[in-house]
């Protein structure tokens, strides 16, 4: 293997990730412009069709929903064979396994929400799970998709054990529980939408959700709030000690500050589509330079971020 051939691997790694995050924030699009039902409640056909003849806009946002992440599936195989070829068995052909086998899961989870006609005005706490697992499986595959161009750069040993691994392993959870959490409230938002001149304070508008006579989803609003700033706070403690030395650690804490503050203008708004577009993009944004800062922190200690020699 040559190193052209090896660094090229990537950057063509990375424009994946981008990729994957722009179909992300795409599918959260669906749900924001109840399109979710837009190919009936069929798939793999769309209205029985494999190509939707005269589309309503809903239709073309689901059917587009459905092309642009099977062709994340196209895109994890040949990562894989490419990761292969370049690495054989190791940890950087196992990240992008992992990665294309998420998406296989994503896919499953998507068609499930479908069949289970989880979309529309559905207000079940059966779509509350699906959806909470539908977003949650992403950080898998962003997860993935970022070890595999990270470590593509850096074909040494693979380190996903920082010191402190209780912690950073108590850290970790927690973000997936409050994306989760998020992508419920975000639903809640969705079917139940506030009025900007309902005003009220952040808190109280936060709180005035949670009395007894409200639907579970808006009841439940209050609780990604908690959660999120629970582990802001956890994670900003965990990072403090790594902060001069590792840059992945700075950049999550800055972008820990950034969603906490998008999550408040969003409160504020009354949870318009393009805030919540943003909240979901900084929230992914965060958890890839969490990821890298626990990759970075390996039993070999400091990755320094210089290129290996040759
Ligand atoms: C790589 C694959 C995929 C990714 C990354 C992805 C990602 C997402 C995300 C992030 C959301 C928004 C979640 C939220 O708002 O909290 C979403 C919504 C949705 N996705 Fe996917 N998705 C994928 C594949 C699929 C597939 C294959 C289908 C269907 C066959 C599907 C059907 C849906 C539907 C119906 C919604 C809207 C649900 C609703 O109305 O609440 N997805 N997707």
């Known amino acids: 293997m040559t190193a052209p051939q090896r660094s090229f691997l990537s950057p063509v790694a990375w424009l994946f990730v981008g990729y994957l995050l722009a179909v992300i924030l795409f599918g959260a699009w669906v749900r924001i412009s109840h399109s979710g039902d837009g190919c009936g409640a069929n798939w793999p056909s769309c209205h029985g069709e494999l190509l939707p003849s005269d589309p309503a806009t809903s239709?073309?946002?689901?059917?587009?929903?459905?092309?642009t992440s099977a062709l994340c599936g196209v895109f994890g195989v040949l990562l894989v064979g490419w990761s292969w070829r370049l690495h054989g068995r190791g940890p950087v052909t196992t990240a992008a396994g992992l990665t294309l086998l998420f998406i296989v899961l994503e896919g499953a989870i998507g068609a499930g929400l479908v069949l289970g006609e989880l979309t529309g005005d559905n207000d079940s706490a059966a779509r509350a799970v699906v959806i909470a697992l539908h977003l949650g499986n992403t950080l898998a595959l962003t997860a993935f998709a970022a070890?595999?161009?990270?470590r593509s750069s850096r074909p040494m040993s693979f380190g996903f054990l920082p010191r402190r691994r209780a912690a950073f392993a108590a850290g970790l959870a927690l973000f997936v529980?409050?994306?989760m959490t998020g992508?419920?409230?975000?639903?809640?938002?969705?079917?139940f939408p506030q009025a900007v001149s309902d005003g009220g304070r952040l808190v109280a508008r936060v709180l005035d959700g949670v009395s007894a006579g409200n639907h579970f989803l808006v009841r439940l609003r209050a609780l990604h709030p908690a959660v999120a700033i629970l582990a802001a706070v956890l994670l900003c403690l965990l990072l403090r000690p790594e902060l001069r030395r590792n840059r992945w650690a700075r950049?999550?804490?800055?972008?820990?500050?950034g969603s906490v503050a998008i999550g408040a203008?969003?409160?504020?708004?009354?949870?318009?589509g393009w805030v919540q577009l943003v909240h979901l993009a900084a929230a992914q944004a965060t958890w890839i330079a969490l990821i890298l800062t626990c990759a970075s922190l390996g039993p070999l200690g400091y990755d320094t971020g210089a290129r290996p020699r040759r």
């Open 177 to 179: 529980v409050t994306a």
């Open 59 to 67: 239709t073309r946002i689901e059917f587009t929903h459905r092309v």
């Open 183 to 191: 992508a419920v409230t975000a639903l809640g938002d969705t079917l």
């Open 147 to 150: 070890l595999t161009a990270w």
């Open 265 to 272: 203008v969003n409160v504020a708004l009354g949870a318009p």
């Open 251 to 257: 950049a999550t804490v800055g972008l820990v500050a």
